[in-house]
Every structure is written in C-alpha cells, then in structure tokens.
C-alpha cells in the first residue's frame, strides 16, 4: 500500500516568514492533495496535484508535485497566524484495493505562526 | 449546501456501550468513507463504500461496522466501545479523488 511522509512533523515560524512542508510517496503519485485542519474542524481542501511539474497558487500557498521524486511540497509566502492549522497531504491510489480510489493520507504538519 | 454531515459533534461513552455515527452527503458522491485521526498517525481509513449496499473494509475495521442501504446515508457503528477506539472520526465523500469531510466527532471512550 501507498505511504505517505510528511516533514517536517511541526514546525513553528515567525510571522511574515516563509515555510516549506514536504510529502513525499513510497509510490509513484498519481493524484496528490493538499488539505488543511483547523483544530477540532474538518478537513478543508487547499488544491490538487496530477501532473508531473504541476504548480498551483492559491492566495499565499504554492503547492508543485515532482513527480520524479514522488513528493509534493506545499509553500507559504509571508506567513500569517491565519494560516496556522494541521496540512495533511493526501494522494489517490488508482490501484488500491477494491479499485475503490481511496486516498492515503500523511500524517499531518501542525504549523504554529506567532504573531 | 450542506456537504457532508456529520453528528455528534462530540460523544462520552461508557466502555462497553454501543453507538451510532451518523454521516449524510447531499452531493450524490457514489464513494463515501470513514477514518480516524489520532495524534502523531494522521488519517487512517477504517470502513469504506462505493455505492448503496456496498462497503469495504480499510485499514483499521475491527470494532466498527458500516452500512450504506442509501447513497446518501453512511452510518458507523460502535458495537462494544473500547478507550483504544477514542479518536476524531470523520466522515468523508469523494469524487474524483477530492473528497469532503464532515466536521468530524470528537469520541471519548471511558
């Protein structure tokens, strides 16, 4: 089965600093997805990877896929408290059992921004 | 849009005791999941379904049973709580491997 590996495990950045957060596959990624979990909240999707090179923005976070080294990483510019949370990448296995697309899922980066 | 729903928001049980989450999706998602988040492990798949009357197990089922007798409905059930099984559960529905989640239930098993 896929496993996904997320670092750094926390990390804790000063406000208006910019951070990096790897996830990096024990397979070949197909499809990988950035989410992000406020304390005691659901899981609220960020963007989704499918192709080698592939970069998206969205407001202050880029997230590229290298799929090469079947790793994502997910960048934020100039961070802010309200980007603190839990990121949680997560990859779809086409081949998974039951041909079900289940997604694998990291073990979370908590991100602390002190003001 | 309500998305996907999930009640409770947070539950006490009594080792031993037997309990009901409930999930509903109203965005007609065919593929409809349930995993547990526990520190330091990030989300684990514990049952799974990819349409009325068919569910699966995922990677940690023991102590959990699903049902899904509408597409809408996906309800897990506790048969025996046990304190190893306290944890955030959420629901989630997929499609096109973007899944949404429930804003997840809080479960303390004393």
């Known amino acids: 089965s896929q496993e996904l590996e997320q670092s750094p495990q926390s990390l804790i950045v000063q406000e208006g600093k910019n951070l990096t957060i790897n996830c990096t596959s024990s397979?070949?990624?197909?499809?990988l997805y950035w989410y992000k979990q406020k304390y005691g909240e659901g899981l609220i999707f960020l963007m989704m990877l499918q192709k080698g090179g592939e970069e998206k923005s969205h407001e202050k976070i880029t997230a590229k896929l290298d799929e090469k080294k079947q790793q994502s990483s997910l960048h934020i510019t100039a961070s802010q408290p309200s980007h603190a949370g839990i990121y949680l990448c997560g990859a779809d296995d086409p081949f998974s059992s039951g041909s079900a697309r289940q997604l694998t899922f990291g073990s979370g980066t908590q991100l602390t921004v002190l003001p | 849009n309500a998305g996907v729903t999930q009640t409770p928001k947070f539950q006490v049980l009594k080792t031993g005791q037997s309990m009901t989450l409930q999930c509903a999706q109203d965005?007609?998602?065919?593929?409809m999941s349930w995993y547990r988040q526990d520190p330091g492990m990030g989300l684990r798949l514990i049952h799974y379904?990819?349409?009325?009357?068919?569910?699966d197990q995922g990677e940690v089922p023991n102590g959990y049973n699903v049902s899904r007798s509408t597409t809408e409905d996906f309800p897990l059930r506790l048969l025996s709580a046990a304190p190893s099984q306290t944890s955030v559960y959420f629901c989630a529905s997929t499609q096109r491997g973007e899944a949404f989640f429930g804003q997840g239930t809080r479960l303390t098993v004393v």
């Open positions: 397979k070949t990624l197909y499809g």
């Open positions: 379904s990819v349409g009325a009357g068919i569910t």
């Open positions: 965005m007609n998602h065919e593929y």
